[in-house]
């Protein structure tokens, strides 16, 4: 059974900084396309980030580009975002994604983590 379990977020002030994990288990992100997601109240579910092992790339958002970065440890089976330059507009529940290769094709989810940005 495949499950993705986040980690990592909580309270911050603005400007400052906070990485989050997202551990497969029983799924290889080797063999994945993996994005963060966040949903803050009342709007729409926004994508933030993604990276392919496979492909060798990563894309982000115009609106955490130059401050958070994707990457991942294939051995830890870990997908990691490192959100710096926290804005308030960066509070919202973050939710990993994968989409693992096929056939057949496989969507799966995380429960999300919340990240506050206030002072």
């Known amino acids: 059974q495949v499950q993705l379990v986040e980690s990592g977020g909580g309270l911050v002030q603005p400007g400052g900084s906070l990485t989050l994990s997202c551990f497969g288990s029983g799924l290889s992100f080797f063999r994945a396309v993996t994005q963060w997601y966040r949903q803050a109240p009342g709007k729409e579910r926004e994508l933030v980030a993604t990276?392919?092992?496979?492909?060798?790339?990563?894309n982000y958002a115009d609106s955490v580009k130059g401050r958070f970065i994707i990457s991942g440890n294939n051995v830890r089976n870990t997908v990691y975002l490192q959100m710096n330059g926290l804005k308030p507009e960066d509070t919202a529940t973050y939710y990993c994604?994968?989409?693992?290769?096929?056939?057949?094709?496989?969507?799966?989810w995380g429960q999300g983590t919340q990240v506050t940005v206030s002072s």
């Open positions: 994604y994968a989409r693992a290769f096929g056939p057949p094709a496989s969507e799966y």
């Open positions: 990276i392919s092992f496979a492909g060798g790339f990563q």
